[in-house]
C-alpha cells in the first residue's frame, strides 16, 4: 500500500514515515504542496496524509486539486484545529479524515488503516438499492444518478447513503452513523456526519437548503425518507 | 270720650294687631335668636300693656264696669312693668352688651318682676285709678315704682347711645329712643299720661322697631340674597383667576374679610392633621406658620366638628385656646368655617371683627358657608397644580439630564414610536446617515434594509419575550452592536435602538484567534515532532536502554504531555467560550463511567478509592458529549489528584426535578474559603500546604465553568480544609428541554 505524507515539518515527516514504513507501507515524503501534489500525479498512493498550515501552498488546496481528478482517500494532520469550523473546513475541502497534532503514533496508523478499509469497501453487503425516478442508487455497481446523470460519490459519501438508505424511515443517530460508516473508534467525532450530510445533500437533494430525502432530527440524527416520484 | 282718648284707643288696637303677626313672623324666622326672643317678650309686654289700656278705657267709658276697668289697669300695668324691662333686656342683647350670665339673670329678673306683679294683682288692694265724668281713665305709679321704671329706661337709652355703633339698623335706634320717652312721659307726666300721649308715643315706637325687626332679620337679608351670590360668584372668579396656593389663600382671606366688612381673614390649612396658618389678610404677616392642634381655638372646633362656628365676642365668650397670638386682646366677633373638599377638612378660614365693629349675624356665618366650598375647591386646584407643576418641573430636568446623556454619548441613539417614525436620534446617530434630519421620518426611509433586522418576526419575539433584542449590523464598513429594547411599559409605545461600534473589539477579536491559532500551532508541530521521536525512540530502542535511560525517556515524554495539556486546556476554554459546542443526547451515566474510567488507573496508583454510583434511571441531557466528558473527567481528575492515600473519590448522580445533578465528592485536602471564589478563574491555583507538589494548569476549573455555562447549568462547591470538597454540577434534563422536528442544518 502506498501512502503520501506532506508535511513541511521534516522532523514530523520522518517521524510518520519512519513509523508507517515500519508496519509495512510504501511511504512517500513530500516537503511542500507542490512537491505533494506532484508525487500524488507520479506514485498514484493509496491514501494522502496532508498537513494544513503549508508555505505556497496548503493542504487545503492540496486537498481540491486531488478531488478535482480522484476520489483517494485524504487524511488532514494538522496542529491548526481550534474549533469546529477549523475540522468542518478541512472536511469541506474533500478530506476523509482530519486528526489533530500531537497524536499518538499508533493510533494515527489505526487511523490509516481504518481509512484504507473504508476506500476498499465493496459493494457486497448491500442488497437492492434505491430507485424513485429521481434518485438512483445503484449499490452493486456503486453508482449514483440523479435526473440520469451520474454523480460522483467519495467512499465515505457512499457509505453514508447505502446506511441512511438502508435504515429508511428510521432515525440514525450520530453515533450509529460514526460507528457504521466510520468504524468505532470514531464515536466521538461528531463534526464528521454533519459536513458529509450536507455534501450529500449538496449532490442529490433538489434543493439542499429543503432536504426531501436526508432530513434533520434536531440533536438526535438524521432520518432517510423515500419519495413517491414514479 | 275725648279725642284724645279716641286717636289713643286707635293707636293701641293697631298696635296690637300689627304688633301681633310681626312677633309671629319674627319668632318663625328664627325662634332661637337671642335677639328675636327678647324682643318677642318686649312686644308681649307691649302688647300686655295696650290691651290693659284698651280694655280699662273702654269699661271705664262704658261705665259701671268698675271690676272690668280694674282688671284693665293691673294688666296695663304689668305689660308697662314688663315693658321697661324687656326693652332694657331688648336694647342689651341688641347692641352686644350682655355678659355670661346675662341671659340667666334676665330670665330670673323678668320672673321677679312678674311674681311681684302677679302678687300686686291677686292682692286685695285695688290699684289707684279713677274715672272721669267723662268716661276718661286716670291711674297713677307709685313714686318708688316711678324711679325703678325710670332707671330702667334711662339705663337703656344710656346704653343704647353708648353702643349705638353696634346696632346696624338706625330704625330700632330710634324705636328704642321712643319708647324709652314714650315710657318717661308715661311716668313723669300725668296729663300727658291722661292724655294717651306716652302709650301712643311708646306704641308707635314699637311699630318702628317690629318693623326694623322684620327688615334686618328678614326683609334684608332677602333682598341682599342677590348681592350675595353676586360677591360670592365674585369671590370664586377671584380666588380661581390664581393659580399659586399663596395667592389664592391671599385672595380668599381679603375676599372674606371685603364681603363681610371685616377687619380681618385668616386662612389655616390641614397639614397632616395640625392646622398652620397660611394667609392672612390685615393681620401681621409674623403669624403665619403659626400652629394649632386640631380641636383648639374656635378653628380647631370648627375642623373637628365640620361646622361653622361663631362667637360674638371673642374676649369674653371664647374660653379655649386663642386661634393666634394677641386674639384675647384684639378679637371681637370672629366666625371660623371649616374648608371641606372630597370629605376632607382643607383647612379653616377665619373672618375676624374687631372688639369696637360689628357683630356677625346667621347671614354672615351663611355666606362664609358659601364661601367655603368655593375655597376649598380652588385650594384643592392650586396643590393639583402646584403638584402637576413640580412633576412637569421634574419630568422636564429629567428629560433635560437624559438628552443631554444621549446626545453627549458617542453611540448612536435612534428611538422609534410603533408605526416605526423616528421620534429621536442623537448626533451620533445623524452623522451616521450623513447628518439628514431623522425625526418624524420612517425607518425604512432613511436606512438601508441591511441594517435591519433579517427576521423581524424573530426580533419580534425575542422583544416580546424578553424585552431586549441584539445583533449585528455593518454601516460604512464599521460593524455595530445594535440593541433594541420596548420603550414603555408595560405596552410598548415603541423601541429604541442604541449602536455599539465593535469594530475594534471584532479587530481585537480577530487577532487573539489568529494569535491562539498560530502559537498553537507553533508550539504543537515542535512538540508532536518531539513526542512522535520519544514514541520512535521507545519502540525502537527499547531493547538498548538501561532503565535509567528508559525512566529519563519516560521522564522526557510525561513532560511533553503535559505540555500538550496545557496548550489544549488553553484551545478548549478558547473553542468552549466562542460557542462552538454540538448539541446531541447525552447518557449522563455514560458520560461519568467513560469519565472516570480514565483515572482508574491513576486513583489505583494513589491508593483512592474512585466510587461510581449512577442509577439506570436518569434522565439524559442536551449537550456537547465530548465536552461535558471533558468537565467530569477535569472534575474527577482533581478529585483524584488532591486526594490522600486512603481516601476516597465519589461520583454520583440523581435527578432533581427537572434537572439531573452530579455530584463528585472526595475526601481530599480541601480548599480553603479565601480560594473559593476564585476557583473558577483561569490560571488560579489555590496556595494551599499539601498542594504544591500537584501538577496542574489552573484551567481544569475554569473550562468547567464554561463548559457548564454554555449547557445553561450551573456548578458550585462545598469545601473544607482537610476534610474534602464537593462539586455539584447542575444540568437541564433532556425532557425539560425544548425539542424541534425536522430542521435542516
Given at each position: 500500500m502506498k501512502i503520501l505524507i506532506v508535511d513541511d515539518e521534516q522532523a514530523i515527516r520522518d517521524a510518520l514515515g519512519r513509523k508507517l514504513r515500519r508496519e509495512g507501507f510504501n511511504v512517500f515524503l513530500a516537503g511542500s504542496g507542490i512537491d505533494g501534489l506532484r508525487m500524488f500525479h507520479t506514485e498514484r498512493p493509496d491514501v494522502v496524509v496532508l498537513d494544513i498550515v503549508m508555505p505556497e501552498m496548503d493542504g487545503l488546496t492540496v486537498c481540491r486539486r486531488i478531488r478535482e481528478i480522484a476520489e483517494t482517500p485524504v487524511m488532514m494532520l494538522s496542529a491548526n484545529a481550534i474549533t469546529e469550523e477549523d475540522i468542518v473546513e478541512g472536511l469541506n475541502a474533500g478530506a476523509d479524515e482530519y486528526l489533530v497534532k500531537p497524536i499518538r503514533l499508533n493510533e494515527f496508523v489505526a487511523r490509516v488503516q481504518a481509512l484504507l478499509r473504508r476506500s476498499q469497501m465493496t459493494g457486497n453487503e448491500a442488497k437492492t438499492g434505491y430507485n424513485d425516478g429521481y434518485l438512483n442508487v445503484d449499490l452493486q455497481r456503486r453508482q449514483v444518478h440523479v435526473e440520469d446523470t451520474k454523480i460522483h460519490l467519495t467512499p465515505t459519501e457512499f457509505k453514508l447513503l447505502v446506511v441512511l438508505i438502508e435504515n429508511a424511515g428510521r432515525v440514525v443517530s450520530q453515533r450509529e452513523l460514526l460507528e457504521q460508516v466510520w468504524g468505532h473508534e470514531y464515536v466521538d467525532d461528531i463534526y464528521y456526519p454533519r459536513v458529509y450530510i450536507s455534501q450529500l445533500r449538496r449532490k442529490i437533494e433538489p434543493d439542499a437548503a429543503n432536504p426531501i430525502y436526508i432530513l434533520t432530527e434536531h440533536r438526535v440524527g438524521y432520518r432517510f425518507e423515500k419519495q413517491n416520484r414514479t | 270720650m275725648s279725642d284724645a282718648n279716641t286717636v289713643a284707643l286707635v293707636i293701641n288696637s293697631l298696635t296690637i294687631a300689627l304688633a301681633l303677626p310681626m312677633l309671629m313672623l319674627l319668632l318663625w324666622q328664627d325662634s332661637r335668636s337671642g335677639v328675636n326672643l327678647f324682643f318677642g317678650l318686649l312686644m308681649v309686654m307691649v302688647i300686655v300693656w295696650s290691651t290693659g289700656m284698651l280694655l280699662g278705657r273702654i269699661s271705664a267709658y262704658v261705665g259701671n264696669l268698675t271690676s272690668l276697668t280694674e282688671w284693665g289697669v293691673r294688666l296695663l300695668q304689668i305689660g308697662f312693668t314688663g315693658a321697661c324691662v324687656g326693652l332694657y333686656l331688648f336694647a342689651v342683647i341688641l347692641s352686644g352688651g350682655?355678659?355670661?350670665f346675662f341671659t340667666r339673670l334676665a330670665v330670673l329678673a323678668i320672673l321677679v318682676v312678674l311674681a311681684y306683679q302677679g302678687f300686686i294683682a291677686f292682692?286685695?288692694?285695688?290699684?289707684a285709678f279713677d274715672v272721669q265724668p267723662d268716661g276718661t281713665l286716670r291711674y297713677s305709679f307709685g313714686s318708688a315704682a316711678t324711679v325703678i321704671y325710670a332707671s330702667f329706661v334711662l339705663m337703656t337709652l344710656a346704653v343704647t347711645w353708648q353702643r349705638r355703633r353696634k346696632i346696624r339698623d338706625r330704625g330700632l335706634v330710634i324705636g328704642i329712643f321712643g319708647f324709652g320717652l314714650g315710657v318717661l312721659v308715661e311716668l313723669i307726666s300725668p296729663e300727658l299720661r291722661n292724655r294717651s300721649i306716652g302709650i301712643d308715643l311708646s306704641a308707635v315706637s314699637s311699630l318702628v322697631m317690629s318693623y326694623s325687626m322684620v327688615r334686618v332679620q328678614i326683609i334684608e337679608p332677602l333682598a341682599g340674597r342677590a348681592n350675595q351670590l353676586k360677591a360670592v360668584r365674585d369671590v370664586g372668579l377671584a380666588i380661581t383667576s390664581h393659580v399659586r396656593l399663596e395667592e389664592v389663600l391671599r385672595t380668599i382671606a381679603g375676599q372674606a374679610a371685603e364681603i363681610l366688612q371685616a377687619n380681618g381673614a385668616a386662612i389655616f390649612l390641614n397639614q397632616g392633621g395640625t392646622l398652620e396658618l397660611a394667609a392672612v389678610h390685615n393681620m401681621p404677616q409674623a403669624f403665619i406658620g403659626q400652629r394649632l392642634a386640631m380641636g383648639e381655638g374656635l378653628a380647631g372646633r370648627a375642623a373637628v366638628t365640620r361646622q361653622s362656628a361663631r362667637v360674638e365676642d371673642y374676649r369674653r365668650d371664647w374660653t379655649g385656646q386663642a386661634d393666634m397670638p394677641f386674639a384675647k386682646e384684639t378679637f371681637g366677633a370672629v366666625i371660623a368655617a371649616p374648608l371641606i373638599f372630597a370629605d376632607e377638612v382643607m383647612g379653616v378660614l377665619v373672618v375676624i371683627e374687631g372688639p369696637q365693629g360689628r357683630r356677625f349675624d346667621r347671614e354672615d356665618v351663611r355666606l362664609v358657608d358659601l364661601l367655603g366650598p368655593q375655597a376649598a375647591v380652588a385650594i384643592t386646584n392650586s396643590r393639583l397644580f402646584e403638584r402637576q407643576r413640580g412633576l412637569t418641573d421634574e419630568l422636564e430636568a429629567a428629560k433635560n439630564q437624559l438628552e443631554t446623556v444621549l446626545t453627549s454619548t458617542e453611540n448612536p441613539v435612534i428611538a422609534l414610536n410603533r408605526r416605526c417614525e423616528i421620534i429621536f436620534a442623537n448626533p451620533a446617530a445623524a452623522e451616521l446617515f450623513?447628518?439628514?434630519?431623522?425625526?418624524?421620518?420612517?425607518?425604512r426611509e432613511i436606512a438601508p434594509t441591511s441594517i435591519l433586522p433579517t427576521n423581524p418576526g424573530l426580533a419580534l419575539r425575542e422583544l416580546n419575550q424578553r424585552r431586549v433584542y441584539i445583533y449585528e449590523v455593518t454601516i460604512r464598513e464599521r460593524t455595530y452592536l445594535c440593541h433594541v429594547g420596548l420603550l414603555?411599559?408595560?405596552?410598548?409605545?415603541g423601541f429604541v435602538a442604541v449602536l455599539n461600534d465593535i469594530t475594534q473589539l471584532k479587530e481585537l477579536d480577530r487577532i487573539k484567534n489568529q494569535m491562539i491559532r498560530m502559537t498553537s500551532h507553533d508550539l504543537k508541530n515542535p512538540l508532536s515532532a518531539a513526542m512522535f521521536h520519544i514514541e520512535l525512540l521507545q519502540e525502537e530502542g527499547a531493547g538498548l536502554f538501561t532503565d535509567e535511560m528508559r525512566e529519563d525517556i519516560n521522564t522526557v515524554w510525561t513532560q511533553l504531555h503535559r505540555m500538550n495539556r496545557i496548550i489544549r486546556g488553553i484551545l478548549d476554554l478558547e473553542r468552549v467560550q466562542s460557542g462552538t459546542l454540538t448539541f446531541e443526547e447525552c447518557v449522563v451515566g455514560d458520560i461519568i463511567r467513560s469519565s472516570a474510567h480514565e483515572f482508574e488507573d491513576q486513583a489505583a496508583k494513589r491508593g483512592v478509592k474512585l466510587l461510581i454510583d449512577v442509577p439506570d434511571s436518569l434522565p439524559t441531557v442536551t449537550g456537547d458529549r465530548q465536552q461535558l466528558v471533558q468537565a467530569v473527567s477535569n472534575l474527577i481528575e482533581n478529585a483524584v489528584k488532591f486526594t490522600l492515600e486512603g481516601g476516597t473519590v465519589r461520583v454520583s448522580a440523581e435527578r432533581i426535578e427537572d434537572q439531573v445533578v452530579i455530584h463528585v465528592a472526595d475526601t481530599g485536602i480541601g480548599i480553603p474559603p479565601e480560594a473559593q471564589p476564585r476557583i473558577f478563574e483561569r490560571f488560579f491555583r489555590a496556595k494551599h500546604p499539601g498542594a504544591e507538589q500537584i501538577s496542574g494548569t489552573g484551567l481544569g476549573l475554569s473550562l468547567v465553568k464554561a463548559v457548564i455555562d454554555a449547557h445553561k447549568g450551573r456548578i458550585w462547591l462545598e469545601s473544607e480544609v482537610n476534610k474534602g470538597t464537593t462539586m455539584h454540577l447542575v444540568l437541564p434534563a433532556r425532557q425539560a428541554t425544548e425539542m424541534k422536528k425536522s430542521e435542516p442544518v
Open positions: - | 350682655q355678659g355670661r292682692s286685695t288692694v285695688a290699684p450623513d447628518n439628514q434630519s431623522l425625526t418624524g421620518r420612517r425607518i414603555g411599559r408595560p405596552r410598548a409605545q
